[in-house]
């Protein structure tokens, strides 16, 4: 069986998710399901990008118009090498490129577009915390803004800042600086992903547990900076939970937090910089609860009569347990889409598929609660095809957009009781919003608690002439949706640019103004991700 | 059996624990064990305070001499009558009295000495948010500063401000709001003592499952804004893990957190206010989770040959489970301390006491755990001893003090790798502090995570002249060994002023500004809780 430690860290290119050499094809199948949508090519293909065209190249090189603007003087680019050496400082257009924006549906289409408004104009890999706090400390005094990148895998416009800027790409910042055996915690820096944290602890018989679906992409640094969950969550917890301790480089200087796993000491002054997305400063390391590498897995498909049923079952194990480490349900779209073989549900009899997995022994009392709510086991099967798949949607993403049809996720979470009408609402926004061209929306359940859950939402139609604004406008409809049924506007995307507005909006001014304090206080000159999670000040 | 819901909420009384006209009385056996610790009677005994002498009481009256403070302004008092009723603003000085200080020794002995240097100029009772909310709004304007009060049981002097004030006495707002039965939470105004929230949930077959030592004083709102730990914490959590929502008033407008049980939308802002111990404002409501009222529990006493040995066992427990809902181990000296009879522990053979607790079926793999790392049951007999016993230090302390005798305790909380050499660097530092007054120090593990637990001191030794200057000693050398051996400066009690500085020192100054950030934000005229968590501006 494949583990996580095995993956290797993706391919990150510009505008695509994995290695171009190795394009993934879309099934037939799914290419003639699109028909019955209405997608037909509205954007030009992919090797007709202005960006490409100009360059003569296919593989993601950026746009030559880009070549036009300005870019860092003398000095600029002198105070960058002295902190992290000039061979460590990349101007080139490509690097640059390569850098820009995440991984929305709208940053695709803008990189087919060959817009390269949000491109940093340098590229500096620094190799420590201390050249991460040196760039801090003196970037207003150079008249530079940072954007701290490991993963780049941001869907929230979480790297487009909204002023002229430098990535700070903390790759380099790759060690498990500690592991303590008794204590069970794990140093990581925080440019070590996903896959490459999985494989250090491995040797020596650990695990994170941290599996989102970024995740052969995404950093450490990252999971703490965006409040990342992954899909083992029902067993091993958000990423915000297994945080302990961490750095943050900030304008101002160091600060540290963490000196037992609960304290009583102030607010959990932790959880204020896990999900400040870079507003306050860079997370250059983060300490991690750890867990020992299990043994076995299991993972199974689970078929309930509708949504409605599932969805009692996956609460029942919320809150009265035991939980496996994997949960999820389908709601019937999308069972009915994500299944290649009808038959695995029983005949094609209709109905939800959910997901169980665990990390170590099969449990049968969780078996027993789904039964008892009237679950039919559906094996191994099911389970498997899940686990095996369970990072391939971002690979099929570029696929469907070279088809013509737009396809795009958002996800919100809420307590329990508002998750049917929330459900409805925000699917309802989608189509009405989406009314020219209708689109299927299918929706999951995957991290549950013991007072609410979260949904997530898949949104498939045909492109119009003007995606982006298509996309926009569907989705300023959904997060509407999602204030008024009482969900929050992120459960774990992030907010980015994005979602800066509903954000401000959920917290309400009074807490952005105290937000704002903070960064005032840690970055007075608003040089790290200015714009991002909190409107630019005045 | 008794239940938590069925314990009256104490008869909270200026200066002692517990109802007055019920004294408790010390063991004989205590008494005679004191004489060993050269304890005599140094400070007046209680009928002879200076207060009550003046006024001619013995049940706490305030000093007479208090009356010579001049008092509010007719436009204070009816500024305050305004928003709250008249007959809902006490300026006499019995009332003043009774909300001065929390429940420390110090305080204690200060309420002794009739020292009224932290009385508030009166006590207010308003009704509801909005009164909360109309007293912060304008406080300013008429020149008052405000204390948040409900259980007024801080133990580290977070009732006394850097400034002359006014109590706000939450008691009124004592209404179970809301119950979600769908998705288990309930929503409580602030002032909702521990066993009326329990009696309130009782009713509809719930439990909250928070049983600090202060259950029977403390209220929701303080729990919340001290990051309380109850003694069921291996069960039940934190009671900031608990907490899914929450509302508070500000001198600039009313925050409301909590839209989901979890959000990558931004920090966890709950966990800003969570701990803030009204610097920034009032909490006046609280949503927590709740879970179905235990049909059975069962306590038990094990024995462990060592304080080491216990430590591997309850660690073992922590990481790998399954977790009791109660887990606890004294050391070598708490265990000889505490167990009334020795036979307890085997024929006196030594050894330390740990107490399992099950809310729900008894749980064999949890017993199995312990007996492998080397744990003999001693059965029901000290688990109940102990479940009876459980609020009853608190009630034990004034006797203590009335015999002469000084008794305090702290707690710090720290990685696991860290606890032995931690709970021998406090106790050495208690020992040398006080080593003209040869104390005894017990501590006990009760609240474990993962990765780490808190470790819980007790000190009884005679009181010198200085009572006070005797404990500010030893408590300077404590935090100190607490800092230099990596704990947290409070796993439960909090900071207030006692810790002011320790914490500030435990976050660092950059911390501490953004902390600043956000009070005068939210508090520019520094009238809620001025020096209580962070210093007084300049």
Same mark, same amino acid.
């Given at each position: 069986?494949?583990?996580?430690?095995?993956?290797?860290?993706?391919?990150?290119?510009?505008?695509?998710?994995?290695?171009? %050499? #190795?394009?993934?094809?879309?099934?037939?199948?799914?290419?003639?399901?699109?028909?019955?949508?209405?997608?037909?090519?509205?954007?030009?293909?992919?090797?007709?990008?202005?960006?490409?065209? +100009?360059?003569?190249?296919?593989?993601?090189?950026?746009?030559?118009?880009?070549?036009?603007?300005?870019?860092?003087?003398?000095?600029?680019?002198? &105070?960058?090498?002295?902190?992290?050496?000039?061979?460590?400082?990349?101007?080139?257009?490509?690097?640059?490129?390569?850098?820009?924006?995440?991984?929305?549906?709208?940053?695709?289409?803008?990189?087919?577009?060959? !817009?390269?408004?949000?491109?940093?104009?340098?590229?500096?890999?620094?190799?420590?915390?201390?050249?991460?706090?040196?760039?801090?400390?003196?970037?207003?005094?150079? !008249?530079?803004?940072?954007?701290?990148?490991?993963?780049?895998?941001?869907?929230?416009?979480?790297?487009?800042?909204?002023?002229?800027?430098?990535?700070? !790409?903390?790759?380099?910042?790759?060690?498990?600086? !500690?592991?303590?055996?008794?204590?069970?915690?794990?140093?990581?820096?925080?440019?070590?992903?996903?896959? +490459?944290?999985?494989?250090?602890?491995?040797?020596?018989?650990?695990?994170?547990?941290?599996?989102?679906?970024?995740?052969?992409?995404?950093?450490?640094?990252?999971?703490?900076?965006?409040?990342?969950?992954?899909?083992? %969550?029902?067993?091993?917890?958000? &990423?915000?939970?297994?945080?302990?301790?961490?750095? /943050?480089?900030?304008?101002?200087?160091?600060?540290?937090?963490?000196?037992?796993?609960?304290?009583?000491?102030?607010?959990?002054?932790?959880?204020?910089?896990?999900?400040?997305?870079?507003? &306050?400063?860079?997370?250059?390391?983060?300490?991690?609860?750890?867990?020992?590498?299990?043994?076995?897995?299991?993972?199974?498909?689970?078929?309930?009569?509708?949504?409605?049923?599932?969805?009692?079952?996956?609460?029942?194990?919320?809150?009265?347990?035991?939980?496996?480490?994997?949960?999820?349900?389908?709601?019937?779209?999308?069972?009915?889409?994500?299944?290649?073989?009808?038959?695995?549900?029983?005949?094609?009899?209709?109905?939800? /598929?959910?997901?169980?997995? &665990?990390?170590?022994?099969?449990?049968?009392?969780?078996?027993?609660? /789904?039964?008892?709510?009237?679950?039919?086991?559906?094996?191994?099967?099911?389970?498997?095809?899940?686990?095996?798949?369970?990072?391939?949607?971002?690979?099929?993403?570029?696929?469907?957009?070279?088809?013509?049809?737009?396809?795009?996720?958002?996800?919100?979470?809420?307590?329990?009781?508002?998750?049917?009408?929330?459900?409805?609402?925000?699917?309802?926004?989608?189509?009405?919003?989406?009314?020219?061209?209708?689109?299927?929306?299918?929706?999951?359940?995957?991290?549950?608690?013991?007072?609410?859950?979260?949904?997530?939402?898949?949104?498939?139609?045909?492109?119009?002439?003007?995606?982006?604004?298509?996309?926009?406008?569907?989705?300023?409809?959904?997060?509407?949706?999602?204030?008024?049924?009482?969900?929050?506007?992120?459960? #774990? #995307?992030?907010?980015?640019?994005?979602?800066?507005?509903?954000?401000?909006?959920?917290?309400?001014?009074?807490?952005?103004?105290?937000?704002?304090?903070?960064?005032?206080?840690?970055?007075?000159?608003?040089?790290?991700?200015?714009?991002?999670?909190?409107?630019?000040?005045?």
């Amino acid at each position: 069986m494949t583990n996580e430690s095995d993956l290797p860290v993706v391919q990150l290119t510009p505008g695509r998710w994995g290695d171009p %050499s #190795h394009p993934v094809q879309l099934p037939t199948a799914a290419r003639d399901a699109l028909k019955h949508l209405g997608v037909k090519h509205p954007t030009p293909p992919r090797d007709e990008t202005p960006g490409d065209a +100009a360059r003569g190249t296919a593989t993601g090189g950026a746009p030559a118009a880009a070549e036009d603007r300005p870019g860092l003087t003398g000095s600029q680019l002198n &105070f960058l090498s002295m902190v992290v050496g000039s061979q460590y400082v990349a101007s080139d257009l490509d690097s640059r490129w390569a850098h820009t924006r995440g991984y929305s549906t709208t940053d695709l289409l803008r990189f087919r577009a060959g !817009d390269t408004s949000d491109m940093p104009d340098a590229v500096v890999y620094p190799a420590s915390h201390e050249e991460v706090q040196n760039l801090l400390t003196s970037a207003a005094e150079h !008249d530079l803004a940072v954007v701290p990148y490991s993963g780049g895998t941001s869907v929230v416009g979480g790297l487009a800042p909204t002023r002229r800027f430098i990535t700070v !790409d903390l790759h380099r910042l790759d060690h498990l600086v !500690d592991l303590d055996e008794i204590s069970r915690t794990a140093t990581f820096q925080a440019g070590v992903r996903g896959p +490459a944290a999985e494989a250090l602890l491995a040797e020596r018989g650990y695990t994170l547990g941290h599996f989102p679906q970024s995740y052969e992409g995404a950093s450490i640094g990252g999971y703490a900076a965006a409040r990342s969950s992954g899909q083992s %969550s029902a067993g091993y917890g958000r &990423f915000d939970q297994m945080v302990v301790g961490l750095t /943050l480089a900030t304008p101002r200087g160091t600060i540290e937090l963490g000196r037992a796993p609960m304290s009583a000491a102030g607010p959990d002054l932790r959880q204020l910089v896990l999900g400040s997305e870079g507003a &306050f400063g860079i997370i250059t390391s983060v300490v991690v609860r750890i867990r020992p590498r299990p043994t076995e897995r299991h993972f199974e498909g689970w078929r309930f009569e509708s949504f409605d049923a599932g969805l009692a079952a996956v609460r029942r194990l919320a809150q009265d347990g035991p939980l496996p480490t994997v949960l999820r349900l389908s709601d019937e779209v999308e069972t009915a889409v994500n299944l290649a073989d009808p038959d695995v549900l029983g005949g094609g009899s209709g109905g939800v /598929l959910a997901i169980i997995g &665990f990390d170590g022994p099969y449990n049968q009392a969780t078996a027993g609660v /789904l039964t008892a709510a009237g679950g039919e086991n559906l094996g191994e099967g099911p389970g498997e095809t899940w686990r095996t798949g369970r990072y391939r949607a971002p690979y099929l993403r570029d696929p469907l957009l070279d088809e013509g049809a737009l396809v795009e996720t958002l996800e919100t979470a809420a307590f329990w009781s508002r998750i049917p009408a929330l459900k409805a609402a925000v699917t309802e926004a989608l189509v009405g919003a989406l009314s020219a061209t209708p689109p299927l929306v299918l929706c999951h359940i995957s991290h549950v608690y013991e007072t609410g859950a979260s949904l997530y939402f898949t949104v498939i139609c045909a492109q119009t002439d003007d995606p982006v604004e298509q996309w926009r406008t569907a989705k300023r409809a959904a997060n509407q949706a999602i204030a008024d049924a009482g969900g929050t506007i992120s459960h #774990h #995307h992030g907010v980015g640019t994005d979602h800066r507005d509903a954000y401000g909006a959920e917290i309400g001014p009074l807490a952005v103004e105290a937000l704002r304090a903070v960064k005032t206080t840690l970055d007075p000159d608003a040089v790290t991700n200015p714009g991002i999670l909190l409107p630019e000040g005045d």
